[in-house]
């Protein structure tokens, strides 16, 4: 009988409960990343799911890893991305468009929950 493949690696740009959601299905020894804060600031993890299957849980900020590589580095990042856009692999779900106009009111969605990005149209 074929042996079921391990899930080791999780990330989470919710928080709120998601994290804990996801330790719950990661296998002993994996490692969830935790890299934004769209539901809330917070993250709920309960402490059986740490206590009884050890997993790692670490945060990630991609605008500190961005500044420490080269600008060839963040090109071929960006270009990897886009593919991944355009191939549909990749979904960025939009909450809400503002008019650059409406700046104001795009930045006071920031202290919010949301279900998406906020994007900016010309």
Known sequence: MAQAARLLRAVDSLG???????????DEGGTLVCFGSMVSLTLSLHV?????????????WAARRGARSSADERARWLQEIVQMVLAGTLVLPVEQ??????????????????SGKIALRA
């Open 16 to 26: 709120g409960d998601a994290p804990n959601d996801l330790l719950g299905v990661l």
């Open 48 to 60: 059986d799911k740490l206590l009884y299957k050890p997993c790692t849980v670490r945060g990630f």
């Open 97 to 114: 468009a503002f008019a650059l106009a409406d700046i104001g009111a795009a930045l006071a969605t920031d202290t919010r929950p949301r």
